[in-house]
């Protein structure tokens, strides 16, 4: 097995899990974990025993966002969207397991999953404009999942809910008790697991058609150039 050193890899057929492994700095996301989340998905979307895979973090939280301490001459990296879309377009279905701060970067990986299973403790937040950056995942499938008003809400104005309100606008697909979030998120993905591969592997793509296009690719694009060059010229 791969020897990974922000993330933990681990394999319970017919579930893969993957653990983001920084809880020192409460699991926030740099170039180098985010590469590490590409090869990981990369190797499960090819395992034939890996029938669905679970994302979560280690230690108090998911994940609280971007690494502020991440070099800036890895932004334009970091923010090429190659992980994200990846996570979006894997053929397994995913499940988000999510506790406490799921903010920002994090939050983005959270939505881009399939089902989203969160710990009472859990606060969740689309930070990217509070922090001068743009909430990715969000302009495809946010407006999908919770309506576009409510979306809008959520993205202008950077406020952080709890997994409760999560649930109440189905982004949350179930709140469950802190100790109970991994049985929880196995006990689902089992679930689907007992099903046919393919049915399973069509019904997630013709799902995500609507959610996703080239339109949505191109503002991110434009956006992320803008932005960007403004840190470039400071």
């Not at 982004?171 to 689907?192: R, Y």
Request: charged share 25%; with cysteine; aromatic share 6%.
């Amino acid at each position: 097995m791969k020897t990974y050193h922000t993330i933990l890899v681990e394999k319970k057929n017919p579930v893969g899990i993957i653990t983001m492994n920084r809880p020192e700095k409460l699991n926030a996301m740099n170039l180098a974990m985010k590469n590490e989340l590409s090869d990981a998905l990369s190797d499960m979307e090819v395992d034939d025993d890996i029938k669905v895979v679970i994302l979560t973090g280690a230690g108090k939280a998911f994940s609280s966002g971007h690494d502020n301490d991440d070099p800036l001459d890895n932004m334009p990296e970091f923010a090429s969207l190659k992980e994200e879309e990846l996570l979006f377009t894997l053929d397994k279905p995913t499940i988000a397991a999510v506790h406490g701060y799921t903010l920002g970067d994090a939050m983005q990986q959270a939505l881009l999953c399939d089902i989203i299973i969160a710990s009472e403790n859990t606060i969740l937040g689309f930070i990217g404009p509070k922090v001068g950056a743009l909430c990715y995942g969000s302009f495809t499938v946010l407006p999908a999942v919770v309506g576009r008003h409510k979306a809008n809400e959520l993205l202008f104005t950077c406020d952080q809910i709890s997994a409760e309100e999560g649930y109440r606008m189905g982004l949350v697909n179930k709140v469950v008790p802190d100790n109970q979030l991994m049985p929880s998120a196995l006990e689902m993905a089992e679930k689907i697991s007992q099903w046919p591969t393919a049915s399973i592997k069509y019904t997630k793509r013709a799902l995500r058609i609507t959610m996703a296009n080239q339109t949505h690719k191109d503002a991110m694009d434009e956006g992320w150039r803008a932005i960007l060059g403004a840190m470039a010229d400071e």
